[in-house]
C-alpha cells in the first residue's frame, strides 16, 4: 500500500536492499514500478523510452542498459526502502561488489525464459561472499516461452539454494493476469489499465493445483525450519502465520529463497514483491553488528543511533551541486556541519550537506542516523571504501574487494593543450570507480588507462568527452597477461656485493623456486641456526615481491610460485636489510630466467545465444578465436552455446556476431582466471 515517507523511521521499519540480475532480466523496470506503485513518481518510466528514474546517464538512456548503481527511497506499509538498482553487465560487476557490501538484502531479478543466465550466476556468488539475504522474483511471465517451473529448477541446479515457491501463474505467456498467493490461498489479478490487483477466491480451475503446490511448500519448509518441522508433525499442515514466520527465518540464514512471479512491464506482481520486502528480508537491527578493527584490536558496532558514527563510504561521483560521497551509517548519527574522522588517510573531515539521494535528485536532511544510506558534500578525501567514523571512537572497516582490470587502452588528448585536462579526467574517473586504474607506461611513456571490459573502457571514455569536452585518441585494448613457472629450479646462489666507499653492501642467499598450485605467491625460510636473521629474511621476502613485477618472457607480472629461503650469509659490517631486500629482487630475477616459465593470458566464459540456423557459422568463429566450447541447450528457434574463449580474441567479437546472425545474436563473458598462452614458453 502506498504510504508517505516518514521524517524518522524505526531501525525495524527500514529495508536497504538492491536489485540483482543478469543484462535485459528487468532490473530497473522492477525498480521504477517499485517507485511507481508507492508514490514516488506518478508515471511510470520505461527503459526503451529513456524516462527512468535510475537509468539518468545519458549513456544508460542511450544505450539501454544500467552502467551506474543509483540509489532511490520509497514507501510501503509504513516502511522505508533504500533501494540500489545495479548493473546487469560483467564489465560493471565492480559496481555490485560496492553496493552488495552496504546492503542488508537483495531482490534476484530472472527473466522467465532464459532462467539463470551466467551473470545471474555471477551476482548470486557475489552475495554469497557477503552474506546478503536474497528473495527471487522470476520476470516476464508474459512472454513466449516464460515457464516458472522451469526458472525454479534453474535455480536450484545452478545456484544451489533451497527455491520456496509461494505463488502460482494465473494463465500462461501472454495470457498472463494473475496469481495464486499460496499463504493465503487467494488469487491477485490484474486488469490492464488498473494499477492494484484484485484479490479474488482461486479460479476452480486451479484449485487443486494450488493446494498440491501449497502442501510441497509446507513440505519444503518443514525439512529446513525446526519450529514448522513440529507443527508439521503434530497437525500434517502448516498455519499461514508459521509459514511466513520460517520464510522469513530461512531466508534470512540462506537456507532457501522465497520465489515469487510476475510482469515488471505489464505492472504484475510488484505489490506482493513489496509486501515480501517487507516480511522477509532484514532491517539494519536484524542483521550481526558490523565488525571493524583498529590499532590491531577487532570491536564491533550494533546498528544503534546512540553508539558513536561509524560508516562506509561505496561510492563517490562528481555532479553539479558537488562532490557526492554515497555513505552506509553502520551506528551513530550524523548531522550537518559535524567533524568525521578518516583512518585511512588520517585526516578529519566535515559534513557540508546531507541529503537523501532519489538517483539524480536530491533531499537535504539535518542529520542521518546509524541504517540509512545518504550521500554528503563536503568530503575531500574519502575514496570509495574508505571508513568515516567519529574522532574520538576509531573503526576501520572492511572495504569492498575490487578487482583487478583485465583489458587496458592506450589514450591521449587528441590535441597536446587538452593534456593537462584529460590527465584531471582519468584521476577524476579513477576516483569514481575503483576498478578503473590510470599508469603512464615507464617504457613508451603512454597514458594506459585499464578496466574490467571493452564495454565498460568505452563508457570512460565517452565520459570523458561529455565532461569535459576533450576529444581523446584511443589505442586497440590490450590485456593483462602474467606469468608463471611451470618447472622450478633449487639451489639457486645469489651474493650481491657492493663497495663504493664507506658502507658496502653485502647479502648471500640460496634460493628454491617451485610452482604453487594456483595463482599467489608465497614465501617461506627454512634456514636454520641463524644464519640469516629474521630481519633480514622479511628483507628476501621483500626483494622476491619486488621481483614478481617483471617476469622473464615480456616483462610481466609473475604469479603462481613458492620461494624457499634454504640458506644465507651475512657480514658482520656491511650486511643491511636493503641489501638483503637487492639480493631478494636480483636473486629471484636471476632464479626466474632459469626456470621453465610460462605466459598466461586471461581467458573468460563465453556465453552466446543464437538462432538455430546460425550455430555452425558461430561454432565455426569460435574455433577460430581459440574458444573451447564446453556446453550447449538448444530451445525453440535458438541455443546457447557456452565456451571458453582467450579475452585476446574477443575484441571486436560483438561486431562480429552481429554480422553473422542479423543482428539477432547476443553474447555474454564473465572472467574465469587465466591459461598459459600458446607458444610463449621459456625453457632452460
Known amino acids: 500500500m502506498r504510504t508517505e515517507l516518514p521524517l524518522t523511521t524505526p531501525l525495524s521499519a527500514v529495508r536497504n536492499l538492491g536489485i540483482l540480475a543478469h543484462v535485459d532480466a528487468g532490473k530497473t523496470t522492477v525498480t521504477e514500478r517499485f517507485l511507481y506503485l508507492t508514490g514516488s513518481t506518478h508515471k511510470r518510466g520505461e527503459v526503451h523510452d529513456g524516462t527512468t528514474v535510475t537509468d539518468f546517464d545519458p549513456q544508460e538512456r542511450d544505450r539501454g542498459i544500467t552502467i551506474f548503481a543509483a540509489a532511490v527511497t520509497c514507501a510501503w506499509d509504513g516502511h522505508r526502502i533504500n533501494l540500489i538498482d545495479t548493473p546487469g553487465h560483467v564489465d560493471f560487476a565492480d559496481e555490485v561488489e560496492r553496493s552488495l557490501r552496504v546492503l542488508d538484502g537483495a531482490i534476484a531479478v530472472f527473466d522467465a525464459v532464459a532462467g539463470v543466465e551466467p551473470q545471474s550466476e555471477s551476482v548470486w556468488r557475489q552475495a554469497d561472499r557477503y552474506g546478503v539475504p536474497r528473495i527471487a522474483f522470476v520476470n516476464k511471465l508474459d512472454r513466449t516461452g516464460a515457464d516458472l517451473d522451469t526458472a525454479v529448477a534453474s535455480i536450484r541446479e545452478r545456484l544451489h539454494p533451497a527455491p520456496l ?44 493445483e494450488a493446494r498440491r503446490r501449497r502442501r510441497l511448500l509446507e513440505e519444503a519448509v518443514a525439512e529446513l525450519h525446526p519450529g514448522a518441522l513440529e507443527e508439521f508433525y503434530d497437525g500434517s499442515a502448516l498455519s499461514a502465520g508459521t509459514l511466513r514466520t520460517a520464510l522469513r527465518d530461512l531466508t534470512r540464514t540462506g537456507e532457501g529463497v522465497v520465489v515469487l512471479c510476475g510482469s515488471a512491464y505489464r505492472n504484475r506482481g510488484i505489490e506482493p514483491l513489496l509486501d515480501a520486502v517487507v516480511a522477509y528480508l532484514p532491517s539494519p537491527s536484524d542483521v550481526p553488528a558490523v565488525r571493524g578493527t583498529y590499532d590491531g584490536g577487532e570491536q564491533e558496532r550494533a546498528a544503534d543511533p546512540q553508539l558513536p558514527f561509524a560508516a562506509l563510504a561505496f561510492k563517490v561521483s562528481a555532479t553539479a551541486t558537488g562532490r557526492l560521497t554515497y555513505l552506509r551509517i553502520y ?61 574520538d571512537a576509531p573503526l576501520v572497516l572492511e572495504p569492498p574487494t575490487v578487482a583487478d582490470p583485465v583489458v587496458s587502452v592506450a589514450v591521449e588528448a587528441r590535441r597536446s593543450t587538452d593534456t593537462d585536462r584529460l590527465t584531471s579526467a582519468l584521476a577524476r574517473l579513477a576516483e569514481e570507480d575503483p576498478s578503473l586504474t590510470v599508469r603512464t607506461d615507464g617504457e613508451t611513456g603512454q597514458t594506459v588507462l585499464s578496466g574490467m571490459g571493452e564495454l565498460h573502457l568505452e563508457v570512460a571514455v565517452e565520459k570523458i568527452r561529455q565532461a569535459t ?32 666507499g664507506g658502507a658496502g653492501q653485502f647479502a648471500h642467499i640460496v634460493l628454491d623456486v617451485e610452482p604453487l598450485d594456483g595463482p599467489g605467491f608465497e614465501f617461506r625460510s627454512a634456514v636454520v641456526g641463524g644464519r640469516v636473521p629474521q630481519e633480514y629474511v622479511r628483507s628476501v621476502e621483500a626483494g622476491c615481491r619486488d621481483a614478481l613485477t617483471e617476469g622473464p618472457i615480456g616483462g610481466f607480472p609473475v604469479t603462481g610460485l613458492r620461494v624457499t629461503l634454504t640458506d644465507g650469509a651475512t657480514h658482520v ?37 543464437v538462432p538455430e540456423d546460425a550455430v555452425g557459422g558461430v561454432l565455426g568463429d569460435l574455433a577460430a578465436r581459440r574458444g573451447r566450447v564446453t556446453g550447449s541447450t538448444a530451445r525453440t528457434g535458438s541455443a546457447t552455446v557456452t565456451a571458453t574463449v582467450p579475452l585476446a580474441e574477443l575484441f571486436g567479437y560483438a561486431t562480429r556476431l552481429r554480422s553473422r546472425t542479423q543482428g539477432r545474436g547476443t553474447f555474454t563473458a564473465r572472467p574465469t582466471g587465466y591459461a598459459p598462452a600458446p607458444g610463449a614458453v621459456t625453457v632452460r
Not at 169 to 191: H, N, Q, S, Y
Not at 590 to 601: G, N, P, Q
Request: aromatic content about 4%; overall charge neutral.
Open 331 to 391: 551506528s551513530g548519527t550524523i548531522e550537518k556541519g559535524d567533524t568525521v574522522w578518516d583512518p585511512g588517510t588520517r585526516r578529519t573531515e566535515r559534513i557540508g550537506r546531507i541529503l537523501r539521494v532519489q538517483a539524480d535528485r536530491h533531499e537535504r536532511l539535518d542529520r542521518a542516523v546509524a541504517g540509512d544510506i545518504v550521500a554528503v558534500i563536503g568530503l575531500k578525501s574519502a575514496r570509495a571504501g574508505s571508513t568515516l567514523c567519529a574522532p
Open 573 to 609: 659490517k656491511d650486511s643491511s636489510e636493503q641489501a638483503f631486500r637487492t639480493a631478494g629482487r636480483l636473486g629471484l630475477r636471476e632464479a626466474l630466467r632459469a626456470c621453465t616459465t610460462v605466459l598466461l593470458e586471461p581467458v573468460v566464459e563465453v556465453t552466446v545465444t
Open 469 to 500: 569536452g576533450v576529444e581523446v585518441n584511443v589505442g586497440r585494448p590490450r590485456v593483462a597477461y602474467r606469468e608463471t613457472v611451470v618447472r622450478g629450479v633449487s639451489g639457486m646462489v645469489f651474493r650481491h656485493v657492493k663497495q663504493d
Open 165 to 208: 515457491v509461494v505463488q502460482l501463474p494465473i494463465g500462461t505467456e501472454a495470457g498472463f493476469t494473475g496469481v495464486v498467493d499460496l499463504l493465503r490461498m487467494r488469487a491477485l489479478v490484474w486488469t490492464d489499465g488498473e494499477d492494484t490487483a484484485q484479490e479474488l477466491p482461486v479460479p476452480e480451475g486451479l484449485s487443486a
